[in-house]
């Protein structure tokens, strides 16, 4: 029994060396890749030896690791490389199937490595900029109107700088923003914003009902302070004095057209005696006439000529006289 376990250790000793030299060579001549599930790259250009942990013999590993796998041609773009298409680049550049081992997941998703400015991150430069450079001294305030998409940087290892000035919107009440992004040097973006400006006036509003023909006062209105989006006219001026052309509820925003001047008394009646005067530089002529119409003040109304008995059309002046329309 002793000799038959000595033969048999003897056996296993002299086959166990010759075994495991052979494991070992095949070890040495395999290629062992491992691929994660994603993955993040800097260079937008991929290879195997980016996406992939390679082991195996020293030449074959140089070699697959120059593989290519394609690139990322857009920012924001995620590439999807299979098991099958890994072997089929490595078989494309001379290492077959036989002599690759795959790891790990199935798929890997590559996507570039990048920095993402948000748009509320441009708004807050912008808006940070506008009230150091109001672009209209008389602004009390800015509403982003137009904004830009977010900005995708790939670069994200150099040196990111921004450069916000104010330029040309074509409209009175707008401010446009351009911010020039900067990266290694070179211009890469320019995004804009474009905001409507704000502005203090004033507005009238009726205290009571106004019956038509009531004088404005402020007895029936209100000055109140307001925040539009065009800036008040630099002759604005309560409306006090002028009449309501219509019935206006309390409580109404007073515009322009619901209000009208006081009219005038009636200087000049029909068939009254006036004078027709002529006053002009070197001369002064009168005559008189007999006025066809009533009238006010700068009103045209006609007028028979006394001595000529011709009939013309003239202007009431402030004094009662008249002035010819020529």
């Not at 446009?176 to 006036?201: D, M, Q, W």
């Not at 109404?252 to 027709?276: A, D, E, F």
């Amino acid at each position: 029994m002793s000799h038959k376990i000595a033969n048999t250790i003897l056996i296993m000793c002299l086959l166990l060396p010759v075994n495991s030299n052979a494991d070992n060579t095949k070890k040495d001549s395999a290629l062992q890749i491992y691929l994660p599930r994603e993955i993040t790259i800097k260079d937008k250009h991929l290879s195997l030896g980016q996406v992939g942990i390679i082991r195996g013999q020293e030449s074959l590993v140089a070699k697959a690791s120059k593989v290519t796998l394609g690139q990322i041609s857009i920012p924001g773009q995620k590439i999807v490389i299979d098991r099958k298409i890994v072997l089929s680049r490595l078989a494309c550049n001379g290492i077959p199937a036989s002599k690759v081992t795959l790891t790990g997941a199935e798929t890997v998703t590559i996507k570039q490595q990048e920095r993402t400015i948000r748009s509320d991150e441009f708004i807050k430069l912008a808006s940070s900029f506008l009230e150091k450079n109001p672009p209209d001294i008389s602004a009390c305030g800015f509403t982003p109107i137009q904004i830009p998409q977010d900005f995708i940087i790939t670069e994200t290892g150099k040196d990111i700088s921004f450069s916000p000035r104010l330029v040309s919107s074509g409209a009175s009440n707008q401010a446009k923003v351009e911010i020039a992004i900067h990266s290694g040097g070179k211009k890469i973006g320019a995004p804009e914003i474009v905001f409507r400006l704000k502005y203090n006036c004033r507005q009238v509003v009726t205290k009571l009902d106004i019956p038509t023909g009531a004088v404005i006062s402020p007895d029936n209105v209100k000055i109140e302070k307001t925040i539009l989006d065009y800036p008040e006219s630099a002759d604005w001026k309560p409306p006090y004095g002028l009449i309501a052309k219509r019935q206006i509820p309390a409580k109404t925003l007073l515009h322009p057209n619901m209000l009208g001047p006081v009219k005038s008394p009636i200087i000049t009646k029909r068939n009254q005696k006036v004078v027709i005067r002529i006053d002009m530089p070197g001369f002064l002529i009168t005559a008189f006439g007999k006025a066809m119409q009533d009238g006010r003040a700068g009103d045209y109304i006609k007028v028979r000529n006394v001595d000529s008995q011709r009939i013309i059309l003239a202007m009431i002046n402030e004094d009662g006289s008249v002035k010819p329309a020529f």
